[in-house]
């Protein structure tokens, strides 16, 4: 899948701000119905996270790798972690 044709880069990050703006409003919203982070993984075809993946490389090629701080740890102050962007919104 290819970016909308005339949508510039800053304009597809904008749609995404907004997009990712909606869903957190909408999780606010949701009831507590006692589900963890391990519940969400079963039952998922195991392709599906790469064909999302994808999808993303495509329409926001200048994302990618970041880095990123690990909550403090006195005894590795300076511990930081490589996270991915895409991978990021492909989890969402």
């Given at each position: 899948?290819r970016?909308?044709?005339?949508?510039?880069?800053?304009?597809?990050?904008?749609?995404?701000?907004?997009?990712?703006?909606?869903?957190?409003?909408?999780?606010?919203?949701?009831?507590?119905?006692?589900?963890?982070?391990a519940?969400?993984?079963d039952?998922?075809?195991?392709?599906?996270?790469?064909?999302?993946r994808?999808v993303?490389?495509?329409?926001?090629?200048?994302?990618?790798?970041?880095?990123?701080v690990?909550?403090?740890?006195?005894?590795n102050?300076q511990?930081?972690?490589?996270?991915?962007a895409?991978?990021d919104l492909?989890?969402?």
């Amino acid at each position: 899948m290819r970016p909308p044709k005339g949508m510039s880069a800053e304009d597809r990050r904008k749609q995404l701000l907004l997009m990712l703006s909606r869903l957190e409003v909408a999780c606010l919203e949701l009831p507590d119905i006692g589900l963890d982070d391990a519940d969400d993984v079963d039952g998922v075809r195991p392709n599906t996270h790469y064909e999302r993946r994808a999808v993303i490389e495509n329409a926001f090629p200048e994302l990618g790798l970041y880095q990123s701080v690990r909550p403090f740890n006195p005894d590795n102050p300076q511990d930081t972690v490589v996270g991915d962007a895409i991978d990021d919104l492909a989890e969402i």
